[in-house]
């Protein structure tokens, strides 16, 4: 541990896994973590420009992608050795990968539940199973959850969007419970209204309204996410877990 | 699948990569670990640290070992109404169990014997066992 003094993060040298990795908030979450010094490697369900896009922006960062559906738990345990066999170890997990099929409950279709679910939440345990056994054998690792404000407050048309957010809530302190014996932690960062492709026919369909709910009247960026994840994954954060960090510039329940 | 196609010389091949298994999942000596070790009672192990002794078996032999392996085979051919009821091992499933944890000294398997302290017989040369079964299973040699 560096002395307080110090704004060395800890995070140079290790080696982080980030689902979702191609665009919004995952691409930012790759981008801020490989700037910290960490070999980073992600997945991405079938945009391979954009993932490519990752990793010549960023020449100078230790960035590989691969493409694996967190859905399927084999090809996430294959993805999780591979690194690991190449890499040595695993210090990170960060669950980005996520969809949205936003839809009034008695519209939804059994496909809308099914995809949200199985992603967001499935995809969760998926991941998080393939990766906890490398971290329990080091006897260190930090594992963050994308969680999202709706898990707590809902949100219309939400539904399948808000049950699985609010899931992802509960396996982190469950799994923080689990995991605090062999010093691992466990956190999630639930972002509020973010500037992404994912978030667009929300905020379309929200219009200048939805800014009356925000503190800070603005639309976060995906870069402000990023943060949040960089912090609980640095050394500054090593004595939380359990816990789910809004950042939201202020969302209110109507 | 039994204990007799295993011998001491099949054991002692892999004694010492399995002791420091056990050394660095359970972050003790290796010199603490013996054969005859109760993993529970000896070495302190908790839950968390038998997924970790999985783990690190199924890397360093490169076998696969479904979670529950050992209670399932030590059940054998009894049915699961044969070999316990209402979590306690009937006669017959504490004889089984002696036979498939021969490794085990007698005095150990307590009366009655709860199915939740089964881990409790688990020694170090258990975990031999199961590491040498699952090789075989995976190179796929018939039992002798």
Known sequence: ?254 | MNNTNITKEDISAIYPKVADIMADALGCDVEKVKPDSSLINDLGAESIDFLDIIFRLERTFKVKIPRGKIVEEARGNLSEAEFETGGVVTPAGVERLKFFLSEVPAERFSSPLKVADIPRLFTTETFCKMAIRQQRATAGTPPA
Request: proline content about 3%.
């Open chain 1, 1 to 254: 541990m560096n002395s307080p003094e110090s704004n060395e993060d800890g995070l140079r040298g290790g080696v982080a896994l980030v689902t979702g990795g191609s665009r919004g908030i995952g691409r930012a979450i790759v981008q801020r973590l490989a700037a910290s010094g960490m070999a980073v490697h992600f997945t991405y369900r079938g945009n391979a420009a954009a993932a490519n896009e990752v990793i010549a922006a960023n020449p100078a960062g230790k960035i590989t992608a691969a493409v694996v559906d967190v859905r399927d738990s084999a090809a996430c345990a294959r993805f999780a050795e591979q690194v690991a066999d190449r890499a040595g170890r695993i210090d990170l997990l960060v669950n980005n990968a996520g969809v949205v099929r936003d839809n009034p409950l008695t519209a939804l279709e059994d496909e809308d539940v099914r995809v949200v679910l199985e992603t967001n939440v499935t995809g969760v345990f998926n991941m998080a199973r393939a990766v906890a056994p490398y971290l329990i054998s080091q006897r260190r690792g930090k594992i963050i959850n994308l969680s999202s404000v709706s898990g707590e407050k809902g949100g219309r048309g939400q539904t399948n969007y808000a049950a699985s957010k609010g899931a992802v809530n509960a396996f982190t302190k469950s799994l923080a419970v689990e995991l605090a014996p062999r010093g691992i932690t466990v956190n999630a960062v639930a972002p509020g209204v973010i500037e992404t492709e994912m978030s667009r026919a929300v905020r379309e369909l929200a219009g200048e309204q939805i800014l009356s709910r925000i503190l800070l009247r603005r639309i976060g960026q995906p870069e402000e996410v990023a943060h949040a994840v960089w912090f609980l994954a640095s050394h500054f954060a090593n004595y939380i877990t359990g816990q789910i960090l809004n950042v939201d510039g202020g969302f209110k329940l109507e």
